[in-house]
């Protein structure tokens, strides 16, 4: 049996300039929200309901709303 990973590449907008804006995430489906690990930390998107055509792919597009720290 083999188990593939299935990605989605995303569009993200805002949020820290280290952050490329073309990402690359583990799901199959589109999210409301994704949590980017950066640093001792999280960077937190939300789904805005648009998408941006990069090099004839679609994308969703995700908006920088907030970063959390890890919690020890």
Do not use: C, Q
């Not at 299935?6 to 073309?22: H, K, Q, T, Y």
């Not at 995430?25 to 805005?48: A, Q």
């Amino acid at each position: 049996m083999s188990v593939t990973s299935r990605r989605l590449l995303v569009f993200l907008s805002g949020g820290p300039s280290d952050i490329p804006e073309i990402h690359e995430v583990e799901s199959e489906v589109i999210e409301d929200r994704l949590k980017i690990p950066r640093g001792n930390g999280y960077e937190h998107f939300e789904f805005t309901r648009g998408f941006k055509d990069v090099g004839d792919v679609l994308m969703p597009v995700y908006r920088w709303s907030y970063r959390t720290a890890i919690a020890e």
